[in-house]
Structures are given as structure tokens and as C-alpha cells.
């Protein structure tokens, strides 16, 4: 008889599929009209037919077998059976077979057995209970994959516990935590597998648990883990597990935490940001007054009295710390945009040699003496701003010398850097965390060997408003403003310290290739009729346009003053004259940026400089020229003689 198709689905649901074997025809009509209308059904006449529907049809879910067979008896082809389906088997015989049942019954090779003739209503619900018991044992052997699986794949440590504490069961993650395979962990308590951990806990607020771990990865890295536990127990006596069992939930929440201190930095930063912004101009207008005034006053009529010199000098240097004090905060709050262009490094460093002789190693009781150590070979010029870079060195430099109570020097040094993409080299790794990008670097180091800072307080140097000072020595912004000026150039921090042996800081710059930068003259007082346009100066503070105008024509420049946008707009209307306008940004009326478009549509080419004690720039072109409040006189007339032409 050949087989018959089961129909997989009936109105109330999945039909179970039924595997009818005998090699008599009439029995396998009387079994299939018996029970057809509540199973799908297949039928055989032999064992090897039997066996190939059973590979066809993996979800049969019941056997019914005749026990006498001509190639094969009932219990052995069921016995076969059971190696290849979990199906429910039932063996049909005749009383004179009752010890092969038996047999059978207690090897397990069969579930029920039937005599015959057999009774309609007893084999029926045989039948039914053995599909039912498949359908259960297949359905909890999917639970229990689908638990493994997720037991093993869950992105937390998982540990099962006994009531003494031993690990019953554990997923890789949290063996990994424990720093050792998985079988190693097996039936030892977690003080067993972590005997030396330092308790660095600390319960989350108002519980007991979870706690917080800091452990060591495979790496010897700090990791924070969250651990909590939760006992397993039942709402009733009979669903109680017959032993007290525990769940130990492991999480590495090291990025968690990271992530929260970033935000915890943004919003300081966002409060920096407000508060420096409404009060940046109005004081770098009256810091740009001080210091251009002081200047001025020294140009007219230098003091010859000692004492009234010293007190310039003292004014000077006052104004000038107000000012890289309002910079900080801007440039960390609100960082201005980087002028990045080819910088001879060394030739840089050269140059600040009198600046840091002055401030660092100069005379009195904190004199550092600043070394310089530069290779014989000429580097590639580094891509950054060599103002902002500047203030960079003098912020490391100020620092390395209050690293050296006793006293000390201080070594500034530069040298090239090439990294490759090659993964089986080591990637240079700053405080970002991020190996740096292949390609080639301008390194400057500066190296104290001062009191040096161990690793907890390394970790923090780069935070706002940290520092390790007296009072009244820092603010802990100078740090926070190297770091975020060298990220913004594209590069790192890299720092090296022992306590007690000092301490080194890298700034990696990416370097460029070549750079035909044309090197700019130093400006000198020209007679006013050297130069073929007049200036334009525009600014509401009468004091700090006194201050620009003064310098312009110490310069020999030709100058125009005004206290108003409309004002400058009517007198670029009636001067052609005008060859170059130098405009405060912010002014009330009519702001910078909408005066300067009005005189675009007036004079497309004439070129305009924003002075501007504010960071922002979003208002203004990306091409704007931007002079920051406080300025100097060489700032200002770098600026100015890039875009006014002379008759030489």
C-alpha cells in the first residue's frame, strides 16, 4: 500500500501526523478509518518504508506498529525508531507476545501497548496521550534552546548559584569576568575565583544591591561591572525549586559610565558657555582698551622712571592674564575656529624662547629654566594654529614648573612621527581613547621632573575644573584647553607620568606634506602716502576704537572713524576711498555681519575684518577674516596688511 499524504492543519489547529505500520492491508484501513478525523496519517506495509517516511516526516509525532512483520518484528523496528524520532511508539500484538512487550516496555522502546483486536475507545486515547506527550517534550525542548541560547548570548554575565554560593551553571561572559574558563568556574564561590579583588563597591542609591565592581579585563584594563542577584523561588509550596537557588547578573557597564561622565562634562561646559559668553565682549572690550592704551602710552613716551616702568609692566601683565583667563573659558566653552596652516615647529618653538624665558624662567624664586631640544634634521611642517599652539606650550610649560616646588627645567622637544595602517603593528593610543589615524605626525613633548601624578589623577587632568593646586593657584582650565584644542586639530594627547620622577605630555599634530605658505614681512611705519586706501574703523566703544585707530596710524595708515554700523555704511557710500573696514562684530542697531552685507552690496570687494571678543562664529561667513579682542598691534597689522595694498 503506498503512503498516505497527512493534511498538516484542521479547523481547531495542527493535526498531529500518525505513522501507521503492518503489513496487512486491512489493518492499516481499519487504523486509518479509526483515526483519521483528528490525525494526519502515513502508512507503511514494512520497516524500510516505514524508516523512509520517518526521514520525510520528521514531525510524527505517534508510531502505531503491528508486532509480527515479516522483515522485522514490532519491538525491534520501534527500538530502531526511537534513534531517529522522539515520536510516541505504540506496539500492537496478540496476547501470545506479552514478554517481548514487557521487554520492550522496560527497555523504553515502546510507550503503550495494544492487543488485539483492540478496543476503538482505548487505542484512540492512547494514541491521543502519546501525540500529546511529544507535542510537550517538543515543546519544552524548544524552551530550553531557546533558554540556552539566550542564557549564552545575552550581553551580561549570567551565573547560577546554590544555596552554599557554588556556581551551578555560568555563560562565557560572566567566566570572563571571573578571568577564567568556564569549567574552571564550576562549583567554587565567587570569593574562591576572586580572592584578591579589592572591594571598590558601592551600592546605587537607597538599595543594597545591585553593586558596582571595578575589576581588571583580560587586558589588565579597569572595568566596572553592576552586579546584582536575584533568588529563584516559587508563590507556592509545590512551585518552589526544591533547593534555594540564586541568579547572578553581571554587566559590564564601563561605556555606561563613561557616557554619563561625557554628559556630566557637556553640561558643565553648557553652563561655562552661558556664563562666559554674556560676559566675554564687554570684558575683552575693556582688556583690548587696557592692554592697547598701556601699549600706546609706552610708544608716546616711555618711562624713564624705574619705578613707574615697573608699575606699566605690572599693568601689562595683569590685563594680560584677564585676558588668556576670558580665553580659556571661551576657547573650552565655546572653541573658536582653528586657522590651520603649515607651522615650522621648530622655527615656532625658537621663537617663543624669549616669551618663556620671561613668564617660566625668568628671575625670582619659581625660575624654571625652559631647554629646547629640536632634531638636526628638518621635520615636516605641522598642520595647526600656531597662535592657539602657543598657548598651548605656555599652559604645559606653567604647569611643569608648578610640578617642581623644589625647582628644576623644563625640556620642550619635537620630532617626526609616521604611523602605518599595518594591524600588526602597535597603534599609538591617546587620552581619546582612540588609536590615532595612520599617517604622519609633528610630536611636541614637554617634560618636567617634578613631583609627577599617579593614575588616579591622571585619569581626571583633562576634566574642567579639576586641578591639584592651592587655591588661588588654578582654575583647572588650562589642560581641558590643550586637550580640546588638539582634538579639534585633528590629533591627540599622550601622557606619561611616575610620582616622584615627572611627568612628560605629547601633542601629536598631523603634519603636512610641503607648504609654499609665503612668508609674511614684519610690518613698519609706512608714511601716509604709501598706501593707496584708507581704513575704515568701526566699533561702539569709543575706547577700544581710540585703541585700533591708534595703532593704525602709528602704522601710517590713513584712518576713518565711526561708533555705528548705519554711520559706516553712509561713509563707504560717499569714501571710495575706503580700501578695508575693521568692524566690532557685536554693536547695538545694526550688528556686524548685517553691516557688513550692506556694504557688499555697495562694494563687493571691499574687504572687511570682524573684531570680535566673542567664539562664536556661526553667524559669520566660513571665509570671514576674525581678529579676537583682546588683540595685539602685530595681530591687528598682520590682518591689515594682507588685504590693503601699498604702492611698493
Given at each position: 500500500m503506498s503512503a498516505g499524504l497527512p493534511s498538516h492543519h484542521s479547523a481547531s489547529g495542527p493535526r498531529g501526523t500518525i505513522l501507521l505500520v503492518d503489513d496487512e492491508a486491512?489493518?492499516?484501513v481499519a487504523l486509518t478509518d479509526l483515526l483519521e478525523d483528528e490525525f494526519s496519517i502515513l502508512t507503511a506495509t514494512s520497516a524500510a518504508e516505514a524508516f523512509a517516511l520517518l526521514q520525510e516526516h520528521p514531525d510524527t509525532a505517534v508510531i502505531v506498529s503491528d508486532q509480527r512483520m515479516r522483515d522485522m518484528t514490532g519491538d525491534v523496528f520501534l527500538a530502531q525508531a526511537r534513534q531517529m524520532s522522539d515520536a510516541g511508539t505504540i506496539l500492537l500484538t496478540g496476547y501470545a507476545d506479552l514478554d517481548t512487550v514487557a521487554g520492550a516496555l522496560n527497555r523504553?522502546?515502546?510507550?503503550?501497548?495494544?492487543?488485539?483486536p483492540w478496543d476503538p475507545g482505548s487505542l484512540r486515547a492512547m494514541v491521543r496521550e502519546a501525540a500529546n506527550a511529544c507535542r510537550m517534550r517538543r515543546t519544552l525542548a524548544t524552551e530550553q534552546a531557546l533558554m540556552r541560547s539566550l542564557?549564552?548570548?545575552?550581553?551580561?554575565?549570567?551565573?547560577i548559584t546554590d544555596a552554599q554560593g557554588r556556581i551551578t551553571r555560568l555563560n562565557g561572559l560572566a567566566a570572563a569576568s571571573y578571568g577564567r574558563p568556564m569549567e574552571n568556574c564550576l562549583g567554587h564561590t565567587e570569593a574562591e575565583l576572586l580572592p584578591g579583588e579589592t572591594q571598590r563597591a558601592s551600592a546605587l542609591s537607597g538599595v543594597s544591591e545591585p553593586m558596582l565592581v571595578a575589576r581588571p579585563d583580560a587586558d589588565g584594563q579597569e572595568r566596572w561591572h553592576r552586579i546584582s542577584r536575584v533568588a529563584l523561588s516559587g508563590d507556592g509550596a509545590e512551585a518552589r525549586p526544591p533547593e534555594t537557588l540564586s541568579v547572578l547578573i553581571d554587566q559590564d557597564v564601563t561605556d555606561l559610565m563613561d557616557m554619563e561622565r561625557r554628559a556630566r562634562q557637556a553640561d558643565k561646559m553648557q553652563a561655562i558657555g552661558t556664563l562666559a559668553g554674556g560676559i566675554a565682549h564687554d570684558f575683552n572690550n575693556l582688556l583690548t582698551a587696557i592692554l592697547g592704551s598701556l601699549e600706546l602710552v609706552t610708544d608716546l613716551q616711555p618711562p624713564t622712571d624705574p619705578n613707574v616702568a615697573r608699575l606699566f609692566t605690572n599693568a601689562m601683565d595683569a590685563a594680560r592674564r584677564g585676558a588668556v583667563l576670558t580665553q580659556k573659558l571661551l576657547d573650552f566653552s565655546r572653541p573658536r575656529d582653528l586657522s590651520r596652516r603649515p607651522v615650522d615647529v621648530p622655527e615656532l618653538l625658537?621663537?617663543?624662547?624669549g616669551l618663556l624665558a620671561q613668564s617660566i624662567g625668568g628671575g625670582g624664586s619659581r625660575a624654571t629654566p625652559v631647554h629646547l631640544k629640536l632634531p638636526e634634521t628638518p621635520l615636516p611642517r605641522a598642520s595647526t594654529d600656531p597662535s592657539l599652539l602657543e598657548v598651548a606650550l605656555v599652559n604645559l610649560c606653567l604647569n611643569a614648573r608648578d610640578a617642581q616646588p623644589q625647582?628644576?627645567?623644563i625640556t620642550i622637544s619635537a620630532h617626526a612621527a609616521v604611523l602605518s595602517d599595518k594591524k600588526t603593528e602597535k597603534r599609538v593610543v591617546g587620552r581619546s581613547g582612540r588609536p590615532l589615524p595612520a599617517g604622519t605626525y609633528v610630536v611636541v613633548s614637554v617634560t618636567d621632573h617634578g613631583v609627577g601624578m599617579s593614575e588616579e589623577v591622571q585619569s581626571r587632568i583633562f576634566e574642567p575644573f579639576f586641578t591639584t593646586k592651592t587655591v588661588g593657584s588654578g582654575i583647572g582650565l588650562g589642560l581641558p584647553m590643550v586637550y580640546g584644542f588638539v582634538q579639534r586639530n585633528g590629533g591627540d594627547v599622550c601622557v606619561s607620568s611616575t610620582p616622584g620622577k615627572g611627568t612628560s605630555i605629547e601633542l601629536w599634530l598631523p603634519a603636512v606634506v610641503s607648504s609654499n605658505a609665503p612668508v609674511k614681512e614684519p610690518v613698519?611705519?609706512?608714511?601716509?602716502?604709501?598706501?593707496?586706501?584708507?581704513?575704515?574703523?568701526?566699533?561702539?566703544e569709543p575706547?577700544?576704537?581710540?585703541?585700533?585707530?591708534g595703532f593704525l596710524s602709528r602704522a601710517g595708515f590713513r584712518v576713518l572713524e565711526c561708533h555705528g554700523g548705519a554711520q559706516a555704511v553712509e561713509l563707504v557710500r560717499t569714501r571710495p576711498d575706503i580700501g578695508l573696514v575693521v568692524m566690532d562684530l557685536l554693536m547695538p542697531g545694526m550688528n556686524g555681519d548685517e553691516c557688513a552685507r550692506r556694504i557688499g552690496t555697495l562694494r563687493p570687494d571691499l574687504p572687511v575684518i570682524f573684531v570680535t571678543g566673542f567664539a562664536d562664529r556661526a553667524i559669520l561667513p566660513p571665509d570671514a577674516r576674525v581678529l579676537a579682542k583682546p588683540f595685539t598691534r602685530e595681530a591687528l597689522l598682520s590682518d591689515v596688511t594682507d588685504l590693503i595694498p601699498s604702492r611698493k
Open positions: 486491512e489493518i492499516l523504553g522502546a515502546i510507550t503503550f501497548c495494544a492487543t488485539k542564557f549564552d548570548n545575552l550581553p551580561m554575565g549570567l551565573a625658537v621663537q617663543m624662547q625647582g628644576g627645567d613698519v611705519a609706512r608714511k601716509p602716502d604709501e598706501y593707496l586706501r584708507s581704513i575704515l574703523v568701526v566699533d561702539d575706547a577700544v576704537a581710540a585703541v585700533t585707530v
